[in-house]
């Protein structure tokens, strides 16, 4: 047999995208059917709307980890890829380029715009798919959807006309959620509140019989033209007696009531509260219950309306308001003005404030659906990782308001709805009417708005697989094992698909659900592009490789926390996968003349009993963290096998076999070592995806193709738990020995003599007489004697602890122990001044209080490396001048 010869360095450029195309024109990301049972995810579909971020990566990276992983098992695997319309966004990306170039999407027309973003979308698409592609997800791409394909059209329509039939669809003029900038209404949890900056206003409305007037507290005056009355408290003991009075409206000639409503607060403001139900959530319960008129004073853009007198139409609310305070200044209605604190609700999108507004819009009833989803949980058919995300779960599902689906956009899925211009009938159908199926007229039109994005996205785990049609794959892998994805919409996404899913299929669309945490930069900050702290995915990938990106990303994925990093990150897996590429390079460069021997018929000695416990070891460590969803464990167990326990210990424990005279001995030794790299290639392949396929393919030992390999199982034949027992006390012993060399800063060159007495029932004696040699080497050592008599004199040796046995280590054959000394002393004086002049720094008033955190942030780290190499040095002082 010939070695085989791997490249001096490990560059995954020259064989990642060979690898991918390969796997993609051998069919190996589509499941192989058999009777067992299935394994399947559905995708989290990204936006249409720009490339991917690191999110998307941690997200996906994660779920090839499982799907790599369960495909090995033998299990039918599929992972169905796709992405989502995105419909505001979508629509406001055209909409930016088309105000570019001086038009709006109503010069275009509705037809003319829509193919316009089919466009963009087919961009945007190419581009995600090839970064999906790149980062090695294994995705089943013959089975790719998009929420707006054929398929998924036929479904959301069934959905809606399945709802209406239900009554839980309805249409009616409700004051909503409205975004002016994107021109749309928005569902509650469309809406980010957070706290703005404002002002409360103290206005005087007068009696209208002129004997005097009442002060209200309001943050938006400029709403004020939609009052229809002012609300006090009736438990409210200073305004009992105005309630039934009529105040005039200030800045114009209208009159509005004093009425009472409990919802009034007593305590907040002047405890007079106006009612503009066209404009407040609260004030629009109010006026329900007392039947009061609503006045609009907003258009659709967010200027004031005709409804306002004429000085203030056409012109923004927020411009409005300081004309209306002005005015009001002038006119004496002013008492009051100060600065106050409030949530404010901004489009989730664009970020312009919301403003409540009554329009006629298309809602989901949703209260009976809510109860199924919570009871699914209750009764443990959905699970969640980690299990706290459950709380925000049910806390949504109890508070649930019916959900605005209408959207005023044009990208979308139109609302299946068309009126008869003739004898005004509706029609909700699955088809597209020819005429009125009433009174035969061909005068009809179709509603004009679209669905919400989220309508589309709450059927994605069996719409899919191809319902409402009953299809093999439907029959084969619904309902979906798990549901990998941020948990950040929990509400907007996840309890929807369980809500759908139980209404019309009648099952859960998963099992487990498993939120990650979000990538954030090292200051614990979001990624964004305000802050640009964002890092682009191929940007990593180009730099370390794909598999150091899922490496990295896995081994840091703790189950319930962020994810801090940055580029310098991904030099862990970068590190990890030249590990494996150049101790695969050595044993491979052993392999000239060599003639491989059935690994059944080698009887296996104690150091390779011990390395195949190892891997059995880790692949139940493996088995484990897939289950439970604890990819940071299954990263680490692969690591620590592969570096420490192969590499470190087993490699270079075979190497006195790899170059023995004897050619049985160096076959045998080659044997085990291909067997174990083989069984190695297979362990880590979920993880390094692409470094063991190309690794696989060149060793002479395997046929079969990695990605469709079994994946090492657990078995109690592997267990050799006697034979661990001796090598981890070998190890142990090695450990004190490096450990005292590392802390005396003795060179790896120079030898120092080692004696191990061993207690009288220490079950490794014979072990270690046995590998003596190896213990010499791994130890570094001149000498070594095993001494189970105690006859050796150590009185001038550093003795180190173990279980068992103590180690002496005569340093002083390695180094001058008096010159250390004097050097160590010479470095704590040097050390202790530079850590006097980090304190006097840190106790600087003028410094504490003028630098940037980042400044004293260094300060006190410098702090803490000086006072730990002060404390290691008077460790090792102390320790020499024992001797």
């Not at 209260?367 to 980690?386: E, G, R, V």
């Not at 007489?769 to 004199?793: A, P, T």
Request: aromatic share 10%; charged share 30%.
């Amino acid at each position: 047999m010939k070695a085989v010869e791997l490249q001096k360095a490990y560059d995954p450029k020259d064989f990642e995208e060979r690898i991918y195309q390969e796997w993609l024109d051998k069919g190996l990301f589509s499941p192989k059917d058999n009777d067992s049972e299935h394994y399947s995810i559905v995708m989290p579909p990204p936006n249409v709307t720009g490339i991917l971020h690191m999110g998307h990566a941690l997200n996906n990276s994660l779920q090839d980890i499982l799907i790599r992983y369960y495909r090995m098992t033998g299990v039918p695997t599929l992972w169905v890829p796709g992405t989502d319309h995105a419909g505001i966004a979508t629509q406001s990306v055209v909409e930016r380029q088309l105000l570019k170039e001086g038009k709006k999407r109503q010069d275009l027309g509705r037809e003319k715009f829509l193919e316009r973003t089919w466009e963009v979308k087919d961009k945007h698409h190419k581009t995600i798919k090839k970064q999906l592609e790149t980062i090695g997800a294994s995705c089943d791409w013959s089975r790719e959807r998009f929420t707006m394909d054929e398929g998924l059209s036929k479904a959301v329509r069934e959905c809606f006309v399945s709802l209406y039939e239900k009554d839980l669809i309805y249409k009616g003029e409700y004051l909503v959620n409205y975004c002016p900038h994107c021109g749309t209404a928005l569902a509650d949890d469309e809406v980010e509140h957070e706290e703005t900056p404002g002002k409360l206003y103290d206005i005087t409305y007068p009696y209208a019989d002129g004997s005097g007037s009442i002060t209200i507290a309001t943050t938006r005056p400029e709403t004020m033209f939609g009052d229809i009355a002012v609300a006090v408290n009736p438990e409210d003991e200073r305004y009992k007696h105005l309630v039934g009075k009529t105040l005039k409206l200030p800045l114009t000639d209208r009159e509005i009531p004093i009425i009472a409503d409990s919802f009034v607060s007593l305590e907040f403001g002047t405890g007079m509260v106006k009612i503009t139900p066209a404009h407040d959530p609260n004030d629009w319960e109010c006026g329900k219950r007392h039947n009061l008129e609503i006045i609009n004073v907003l258009n659709p853009d967010g200027t004031l309306n005709d409804n306002c007198p004429e000085k203030y139409r056409n012109i923004q609310a927020s411009e409005a308001r300081k004309l209306v305070v002005e005015d009001l200044r002038e006119l004496g209605n002013l008492v009051g003005e100060k600065d106050h604190n409030h949530e404010v609700g901004h489009c989730y999108r664009c970020h312009t404030v919301i403003e409540p507004y009554l329009s006629k819009q298309w809602f989901v009833s949703m209260k009976k659906m809510a109860d199924n989803a919570l009871q699914a949980w209750k009764d443990d058919k959905i699970k969640f990782y980690p299990k706290r995300w459950e709380n925000t779960y049910s806390h949504w599902l109890t508070s649930i308001r019916d959900w605005c689906i209408s959207r005023q956009l044009w990208w979308g899925h139109r609302i299946p709805v068309w009126y008869c211009e003739d004898c005004g009938n509706m029609m909700v159908l699955r088809e597209d009417p020819c005429e009125c199926d009433k009174c035969k007229s061909k005068n009809i039109y179709q509603e004009s708005d679209v669905l919400d994005t989220w309508f589309s996205s709450w059927l994605w785990p069996f719409s899919t697989l191809g319902w409402p049609e009953k299809t093999v794959d439907f029959d084969k892998y619904f309902p979906t094992t798990t549901l990998v994805t941020g948990y950040d919409i929990i509400f907007f996404w996840v309890a929807r698909m369980v809500m759908a899913s139980l209404e019309f299929v009648g099952e859960v669309p998963f099992r487990d659900i498993y939120l990650t945490g979000l990538v954030r930069d090292k200051q614990g900050r979001k990624m964004s592009k305000t802050l640009g702290n964002g890092i682009d995915p191929i940007d990593v990938v180009n730099q370390y490789g794909a598999d150091a990106m899922k490496f990295t990303l896995s081994y840091m994925a703790t189950q319930g926390q962020d994810i801090l990093i940055d580029m310098n990150s991904f030099k862990l897996g970068s590190r990890f996968a030249n590990k494996v590429w150049n101790a695969t390079r050595f044993l491979l460069m052993n392999l000239d003349d060599r003639t491989l021997v059935d690994i059944k018929d080698i009887e296996l000695d104690t150091m390779d009993k011990w390395i195949y416990n190892s891997l059995n070891e880790a692949a139940k460590k493996v088995e484990v963290s897939m289950k439970n969803y604890r990819f940071n464990d299954g990263a680490s167990a692969v690591y620590d096998f592969f570096w420490n326990d192969f590499c470190d210990w087993y490699v270079e424990s075979s190497k006195q076999k790899l170059y023995s005279d004897d050619a049985k001995v160096k076959d045998r030794a080659i044997s085990v070592l291909l067997d174990l790299l083989a069984e190695s290639m297979r362990l880590m392949h979920p993880y390094l995806s692409f470094l063991t396929e190309e690794i696989y393919s060149k060793l002479p030992n395997v046929s079969d193709q990695l990605i469709t390999s079994e994946y090492p199982k657990f078995t109690e034949d592997r267990r050799f738990e006697a034979d661990t027992t001796l090598v981890n006390c070998m190890q142990d012993a090695v450990r004190g020995v490096r450990a005292l060399r590392a802390d005396l800063q003795i060179a790896i060159d120079k030898k120092v003599k080692v004696v191990i007495k061993v207690d009288n029932d220490f079950v490794a004696t014979s072990f270690f007489k046995e590998k003596k040699d190896l213990l010499m080497n791994f130890m570094g050592s001149s000498s070594l004697d095993i001494d189970d008599l105690s006859e050796i004199d150590t009185s001038k040796a550093v003795p180190v602890a173990g279980i068992g046995f103590e180690s002496f280590v005569f340093v002083r054959e390695a180094i001058d122990v008096d010159k250390e000394i004097a050097k160590l002393e010479k470095d704590l004086q040097k050390t202790q001044k530079s850590l006097d002049g980090t304190l006097r720094k840190l106790s600087n008033e003028k410094f504490i209080n003028n630098a940037a955190q980042v400044a004293i942030d260094k300060e006190n780290s410098k702090k803490a490396e000086f006072e730990e190499k002060i404390e290691k040095g008077k460790k090792h002082i102390a320790l020499l001048k024992t001797l």
